[in-house]
């Protein structure tokens, strides 16, 4: 098996380069929505991308479901993507897009916080074992390898909003003329958190507006980091230190889902009337939007709890706060 992921992360390089070998031109770069200057801008873009909450394969944690797997590697490549797009969101949420991390400095509790709720335990909110039990109800196995369009359906159920009723969009498209669009949405868009897709390299984290993509790969397996003594985490291993890679993006799997946050109603709302006319004015459209809940749709179903108490759970909401962010008022995203 070893042998097996090796020879598969190896094959990954093919398609990379490092982003430390761009050379020093005018270009804009954007990170998450966010724009840096290459020219003169480099270093702020990298600690940028270093700050990215990073996950990536793990090994010696306990067996999920008590006699299931102890490591992910092989399979949980995509999970790890939705881990990544979900705790940028609450970073975005609980500390701001321009909030930066510096090694070995003392990090805000709200930090830890959203860490811990995704370390690999099955009490922790967002781990791998509460995404992987979560996919069985999407006709997952576990252990059985995630698309992209199924680790949107799980984060739904399992973090949609948060306690102050903020947003998370998830847009799946599988189609191989949206180029184009995949590339707006990542730099138009200024609340966009992540891409996941189906072929290496997985996570796409950020974009620029040439034909080329920065991405932070979670092929590289770790070993297990729980919580110390003193009930903080250390995230040397939840950050990517090494310069950043970069793809072409028509090596891009045309099966990807896109994540957007929205911190408030008018930020979706927002979001709508952008998407309406710079992506949805063609007409060839990579999904829709709507105003009503479509008839022929089961009925919308607010997401629950998991049934295990768990470290974090504060950041998912009650059913009865959701009311107060009504999709059925707003539009409805049809994905193709």
Not at 193 to 212: C, F, H, I, R, Y
Request: aromatic share 10%; charged share 25%.
């Amino acid at each position: 098996m070893e042998s097996v992921l090796s020879k598969y992360e190896n094959q990954i390089t093919i398609f990379t380069d490092y982003l430390e070998e761009y050379s020093d031109t005018d270009e804009l770069v954007w990170i998450l929505g966010k724009q840096h200057l290459l020219k003169t801008e480099k270093s702020k873009l990298l600690s940028d991308i270093s700050a990215r909450l990073w996950f990536t394969y793990r090994r010696k944690f306990s067996p999920i479901g008590g006699t299931g797997p102890s490591s992910d590697a092989g399979w949980g490549c995509m999970l790890r993507c939705g881990q990544m797009m979900l705790a940028q969101a609450l970073i975005c949420r609980h500390l701001g897009r321009d909030w930066n991390w510096e090694k070995q400095k003392e990090q805000p509790k709200e930090y830890q916080r959203i860490l811990q709720c995704f370390l690999d335990r099955k009490d922790c909110c967002y781990s791998i074992h509460q995404m992987a039990q979560m996919g069985v109800g999407e006709g997952k196995s576990i252990g059985e390898w995630f698309g992209p369009n199924t680790v949107a359906q799980v984060l739904k159920k399992l973090a949609l909003f948060d306690e102050w009723n903020s947003l998370a969009v998830y847009v799946s498209m599988d189609n191989t003329v949206v180029i184009e669009d995949i590339k707006k949405m990542c730099c138009i868009l200024p609340l966009s958190t992540d891409t996941a897709g189906e072929s290496p390299p997985d996570s796409l984290s950020a974009s620029n507006q040439s034909n080329e993509l920065i991405f932070l790969d979670p092929h590289t397996t770790q070993t297990f980091v729980d919580t110390e003594e003193n009930g903080t985490v250390d995230d040397q291993t939840f950050h990517c230190l090494q310069p950043p890679q970069r793809m072409n993006i028509l090596n891009l799997d045309p099966s990807v889902a896109l994540g957007f946050f929205c911190k408030e109603e008018k930020d979706f709302d927002n979001w709508c009337s952008l998407v309406q006319k710079e992506i949805l004015k063609e007409n060839l459209r990579m999904f829709e939007l709507v105003q009503k809940h479509p008839s022929h749709w089961p009925p919308f179903v607010p997401p629950t709890k998991p049934e295990v108490t768990t470290t974090g759970a504060e950041f998912i909401d009650s059913t009865e706060q959701l009311e107060e962010f009504d999709l059925e008022e707003d539009f409805e995203i049809l994905s193709v």
